[in-house]
């Protein structure tokens, strides 16, 4: 149980458009929804929280506008990368609360983005 | 602002040996969490520790949490080369509340 279903695994985009990556709960109804950014070989940087049928809260240094957030409903948070440069190549990872108590945290398997 | 210092980032060992992981700092955690990572996965959670002074054990691997919730650390006794990857220490609760603090990391090989 509390699986967390992310997609696409991999993207390949030009420079200049943009990129929607989906996290769903599949099991489990998830109010709140982390999006984090990791470099090779180094720790989650937390991007922004994600809330249901809210604003999301972004943290400091990142860009909303360019790091679009979406929470429409109880499984499912999207994050678009609007105008993508090769900078914004990265390893994004979703996770969710599962609600099984003790701070647990559910994580999406990852999207590789490469913007060319 | 809360830091989680996880040490050391990178360790290199032979299989067999035993390693140890720590995670630091100077704020209260409610929980801390465990996660391992292998390239291109998301983190997997290993295990949450939640009381202060608190010991867990998992096959070949013991967390322990300080007794003022503080700091952890992850202890593997004969490593062997599936253990290889990407751990991380990740605090929850505190001043940060709803979100997870993570350590830098530390990144294990263990050689045959």
């Known amino acids: 149980g509390a699986v967390v279903s992310q997609h696409p695994s991999r993207v390949i985009c030009k420079s200049g458009t943009s990129v929607k990556i989906e996290c769903r709960s599949l099991?489990?109804?998830?109010?709140?929804m982390f999006w984090y950014r990791q470099f090779p070989k180094k720790s989650l940087m937390l991007m922004a929280t994600?809330?249901?049928?809210?604003?999301?809260?972004?943290e400091q240094g990142v860009e909303k506008d360019k790091f679009l957030i979406n929470h429409a409903s109880l499984t499912l948070s999207t994050l678009t990368v609007t105008s993508a440069h090769p900078e914004d190549s990265s390893f994004y990872i979703c996770?969710?609360?599962?609600?099984?108590?003790?701070?647990?945290?559910?994580f999406g398997s990852g999207t590789r983005l490469t913007v060319v | 602002t809360q830091l989680l210092e996880q040490s050391p980032q990178f360790l290199s060992i032979q299989e067999g040996e035993n390693l140890t992981v720590y995670c630091n700092s100077s704020?209260?955690?409610?929980?801390l969490q465990w996660y391992r990572q292998e390239p291109g996965e998301g983190p997997v959670l290993l295990v949450t520790?939640?009381?202060?002074?608190e010991v867990k054990k998992l096959k070949r691997l013991t967390f322990q949490f300080g007794d003022a919730r503080k700091d952890s650390s992850l202890h593997i006794t004969a490593a062997q080369p599936g253990d290889t990857g990407l751990y991380l220490c990740?605090?929850?609760?505190?001043?940060?509340?709803?979100?997870?603090?993570f350590g830098q990391g530390t990144i294990l090989t263990v050689h045959p």
């Open positions: 996770s969710a609360d599962n609600n099984r108590g003790e701070g647990g945290y559910t």
């Open positions: 099991d489990f109804q998830a109010t709140t």
């Open positions: 994600s809330n249901e049928g809210s604003k999301a809260t972004y």
């Open positions: 704020s209260v955690f409610s929980s």
């Open positions: 520790v939640v009381t202060g002074g």
């Open positions: 990740a605090g929850a609760g505190g001043t940060s509340y709803g979100k997870l603090t």
